[in-house]
């Protein structure tokens, strides 16, 4: 599994959170901090994620304790379908220090690796894990959609691919097989120049 560290909290003295892409095996005994429910709500959407992309969900985790949760399952059939956040989550004390944007971030490389399109999530103005502040949605990204409460982020728009070019990979290929110079020759000393 991809695992990355990302963002040291931006309180002041706050703990580094790691920010990793995870299966469903990792997420259990987790609860929601605000519904109190065990995570994942669905195990069936876990399972079709991680069948799709080989993970599930985007988790922060600082000083060994998970501290955010990114849920995602395909919104269809097939492993490009549209991605839809199921649960999401970010403890009490680190909500506005970033750490949900860095969740999203997360999920959003992975997706793009998996050739993945659009994410969409749900609003809501009551805090709960499964709809996100709408206030959130719009500054990480998502645009709202014609029904209500409803968003979406597109990927191929937001998250740039890195394209290699068939230059790029014969230069690659000439610098792999590209003899090693020859070492330089120290200065030469030239003999009874310095007399004591």
């Given at each position: 599994m991809p695992k990355m560290t990302v963002v040291a909290a931006r309180t002041a003295g706050g703990p580094v959170i790691g920010v990793e892409l995870v299966t469903s095996a990792m997420l259990r005994?987790?609860?929601c901090p605000y519904c109190g429910l065990a995570v994942p709500a669905?195990?069936?959407?876990a399972v079709s994620a991680?069948?799709?992309?080989?993970?599930?969900?985007?988790?922060?985790?600082?000083?060994?304790?998970?501290?955010?949760?990114?849920?995602?399952?395909?919104?269809?059939?097939?492993?490009r379908s549209p991605a839809r956040i199921v649960t999401?989550?970010?403890?009490?004390?680190?909500?506005?220090?970033?750490?949900g944007r860095e969740l999203v971030r997360t999920a959003a490389a992975g997706l793009v690796r998996a050739r993945v399109g659009s994410v969409r999530a749900t609003s809501s103005a009551?805090?709960?894990?499964?709809?996100?502040?709408?206030?959130?949605?719009?500054?990480?990204?998502?645009?709202?959609?014609?029904?209500?409460?409803?968003?979406?982020?597109?990927?191929?728009?937001?998250?740039?691919v890195p394209f290699e070019g068939v230059m790029d990979r014969l230069e690659r290929l000439v610098q792999s097989v590209r003899p090693v110079a020859p070492p330089e020759p120290a200065g030469r000393q030239v003999i009874g120049a310095w007399r004591s």
């Open positions: 005994g987790l609860a669905d195990e069936a959407d991680q069948a799709a992309w080989g993970w599930c969900a985007a988790r922060a985790v600082a000083e060994g304790r998970t501290v955010g949760l990114l849920l995602l399952t395909p919104d269809g059939s097939g492993s999401a989550f970010v403890a009490p004390e680190l909500v506005g220090a970033g750490t009551v805090r709960s894990c499964s709809s996100l502040p709408a206030g959130f949605l719009l500054a990480t990204g998502f645009t709202p959609s014609e029904r209500a409460g409803r968003w979406r982020l597109d990927l191929g728009a937001t998250a740039r």
